[in-house]
């Protein structure tokens, strides 16, 4: 999806709350000629029936943030909690009644020319309303030419602006060859991730993903995934290396990613995974997931922070809604 964002959309900027059309960098910012910025990604899901934005793991995501944020030498004093409350407000603002993804970044702001940093760090967040990044439907992945960056190059763990150019060649990619999402090996051939998501592959009824130390982003999604998988559905997962090969005989394949969410693969590289259809592992593991991030699973209460004022009894009777996850 388009995310082509309103002009007056308020957005946090140089500490304060503006309208998107007054946060504007200058031509000789550091980050935009070098890559130097780290940014995030975090989305809230709205709950009909509770009238109600939550915004999914956000304190670890912006605790992520600040840690990779670290990688580059950037500092943002704030704190994950006061990140959380900043973003809760930029809902707030806006008046969202919608699911939105949120985008922090985090820059190196000095305007002058030459790679050397110094200390002039910035950071804006901004929210927008946003649906569905992949089609709804059994995704075509294709393996790409391009690999995944290495640790000791720029590392993949950090979200790092620059490095997203290794992700926009392979999708870019992968959409003029046909696909819904690239996947990229990492320089010993093996599989990493996603141009922009986590990869997950059932075989006789076990999840396997690669570890994190195989030059893949630290994905929160991905954690979220393997607690429901573990804790309701019993299936062992293990973390270990992935061979090109292995996706073409899996029994199933997903994605996971805050924007992607968990998506299934039925295809990849013009070969049917499983039977060709979204296999019952995928299918539940999506709709725990769902149910999860929407507040509406109570074990799960603890990964969603409501970003709008609770409403009373009343008022969600007055709107049709009024059923409470821990009322279910
Ligand atoms: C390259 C890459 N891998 C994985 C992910 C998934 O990470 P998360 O679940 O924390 O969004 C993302 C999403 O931001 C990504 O860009």
Same mark, same amino acid.
């Given at each position: 999806?388009?995310?082509?964002?309103?002009?007056?959309?308020?957005?946090?900027?140089?500490? #304060?709350?503006?309208?998107? =059309?007054?946060?504007?960098?200058?031509?000789?910012?550091? %980050?935009? =000629?070098?890559?130097?910025?780290?940014?995030?990604?975090?989305?809230?899901?709205?709950?009909?029936?509770?009238?109600?934005?939550?915004?999914?793991?956000?304190?670890? =995501?912006?605790?992520?943030?600040?840690?990779?944020?670290?990688?580059?030498?950037?500092? &943002?004093?704030?704190?994950?909690?006061?990140?959380?409350?900043?973003? %809760?407000?930029?809902?707030?603002?806006?008046?969202?009644?919608?699911?939105?993804?949120?985008?922090?970044?985090?820059?190196?702001?000095?305007?002058?020319?030459?790679?050397?940093?110094?200390?002039?760090?910035?950071?804006?967040?901004?929210?927008?309303?946003?649906?569905?990044?992949?089609?709804?439907?059994?995704?075509?992945?294709?393996?790409s030419?391009?690999?995944r960056l290495?640790?000791?190059?720029?590392?993949a763990r950090?979200?790092?602006?620059?490095?997203? &150019?290794n992700s926009?060649?392979a999708?870019?990619? %992968? @959409?003029?060859?046909?696909?819904?999402e690239a996947l990229l090996l990492n320089?010993?051939?093996?599989v990493a991730e996603g141009a922009t998501c986590n990869i997950f592959?059932? @075989?006789?009824? #076990?999840?396997?993903t690669p570890?994190v130390?195989e030059n893949v982003l630290e994905g929160?999604?991905r954690?979220?995934?393997?607690?429901?998988? @573990?804790?309701?559905?019993? $299936?062992?997962?293990?973390?270990?290396?992935i061979? @090109?090969?292995?996706?073409?005989?899996?029994?199933?394949?997903?994605l996971t990613g805050?924007?992607?969410?968990?998506?299934?693969?039925?295809?990849?590289?013009?070969?049917?995974?499983?039977?060709?259809?979204?296999?019952? &592992?995928?299918?539940?593991?999506?709709?725990?997931?769902?149910?999860?991030? =929407?507040?509406?699973?109570?074990?799960?209460?603890?990964?969603? $922070?409501?970003?709008?004022?609770?409403?009373?009894?009343?008022?969600?009777?007055?709107?049709?809604?009024?059923?409470?996850?821990?009322?279910?």
């Amino acid at each position: 999806m388009k995310a082509e964002a309103d002009q007056n959309l308020i957005v946090y900027f140089g500490g #304060k709350y503006v309208p998107l =059309h007054e946060a504007r960098v200058g031509i000789l910012t550091h %980050a935009l =000629h070098y890559g130097t910025g780290v940014f995030e990604g975090i989305r809230g899901y709205w709950n009909e029936g509770e009238q109600q934005l939550f915004l999914v793991r956000p304190v670890e =995501h912006y605790e992520r943030w600040k840690q990779n944020c670290g990688i580059l030498r950037i500092g &943002v004093a704030e704190s994950a909690e006061q990140l959380s409350e900043i973003t %809760a407000e930029l809902a707030r603002r806006n008046g969202f009644r919608t699911d939105i993804y949120v985008r922090p970044l985090a820059y190196k702001s000095a305007e002058r020319v030459g790679v050397r940093t110094d200390d002039k760090d910035a950071f804006a967040v901004v929210a927008l309303p946003f649906g569905a990044y992949l089609p709804d439907k059994g995704l075509h992945a294709g393996v790409s030419s391009w690999r995944r960056l290495e640790d000791n190059a720029i590392p993949a763990r950090g979200k790092i602006c620059g490095a997203y &150019v290794n992700s926009v060649l392979a999708s870019d990619d %992968a @959409r003029q060859a046909g696909f819904d999402e690239a996947l990229l090996l990492n320089e010993n051939g093996q599989v990493a991730e996603g141009a922009t998501c986590n990869i997950f592959m059932v @075989r006789k009824g #076990k999840l396997i993903t690669p570890s994190v130390t195989e030059n893949v982003l630290e994905g929160i999604t991905r954690d979220s995934v393997m607690e429901l998988a @573990r804790r309701e559905l019993g $299936v062992e997962i293990t973390e270990r290396a992935i061979d @090109r090969s292995e996706l073409y005989v899996c029994d199933e394949l997903f994605l996971t990613g805050t924007a992607v969410g968990v998506s299934a693969v039925v295809r990849v590289d013009h070969r049917q995974v499983g039977d060709g259809e979204i296999g019952a &592992v995928t299918r539940e593991v999506r709709r725990l997931y769902f149910e999860a991030v =929407h507040g509406k699973l109570p074990a799960y209460r603890k990964w969603v $922070v409501p970003a709008l004022a609770a409403r009373t009894e009343a008022e969600l009777q007055a709107v049709g809604g009024g059923e409470t996850a821990q009322g279910r």
